[in-house]
């Protein structure tokens, strides 16, 4: 099973799996997140992927249940409060929906989440999800079962148009100049052709991206602020591509530069 992200790993965490629950027990009651003692009924895999810290605490954590049929539910995403900021959240999440969709093969994931966050996982591609149009086995998750907060779910093998709320993961990046980890994340939001993103990752404490869409193609400038205060900008130009499952593909290729830079939708 691959699970790897190079961002947790600049960030000084090592990234790690387990189905044992006391590991994250601790983390899920200090962010104040209903803990599940008992395996989901019917779920094929109950895992947390954990970023550790240097001593082997347990810094971030998010888990999930993957059932027959391609579904799969998300029920926790925690962050102790001294990691917090530094897009460790986003990453996780990043790792877990590549994994889901690419080696599981997943086309659905669910997540029940309080209001105030509904926003914030939207940026992810989950929207609204019609709670009597689960199946079943969704249904009986435990993290539904109060019925209180949002239900949300993203779907694969439907094609989106434009690029508002989305995000997308660093694939790789084998550019001269590469400075972001592979692992870390852009958000976008447009409005008619004009795109806008932000980013973080590594050494880059804050990224921002304006651009202009045309067809299949984006031009864009860049900027960005290291931990250390350096500023760095420049341009460039992205081809995007269609995925068979619904899921784009940001390419950029400079000159006669072999180096590459890939983003893949999550």
Known sequence: MELENDNIASLGYELDRTEDVDQVRPLLRVCELEVFDEPFEGAEQSLYLVARTPAGGVAASIGWGLYPGGEAVVHSLAVAP??????????????????????????????????????????????????????????????????????LVRRYGVERH?????????????????????????????????????????????????GSMDGENLRFFWQSCSSDGELMRGEGHIMLDLLDDGRREMREKLGEDPGELLLREL
Do not use: K
């Open 82 to 151: 001294s990691s917090r900021g530094i897009g460790i959240g986003a990453s996780l999440i990043a790792t877990t929906m590549l994994y889901l969709r690419e080696q599981c093969g997943v086309e659905s994931v669910y997540m029940g989440v309080a209001r105030p966050l509904a926003g914030y996982f939207r940026r992810f591609g989950f929207i609204e999800a019609d709670r009597e149009s689960l199946s079943q086995q969704v249904s009986n998750h435990p993290s539904f079962a109060r019925g209180a907060g949002r239900t």
């Open 162 to 210: 434009g690029l508002d709320q989305t995000s997308f993961c660093l694939i790789h990046n084998t550019t001269d100049d590469a400075t972001l980890p592979v692992g870390s994340v852009f958000w976008f939001r447009q409005s008619g052709p004009v795109l806008e993103g932000q980013y973080r990752g590594g050494p880059v404490r804050r990224g921002q991206l304006l």
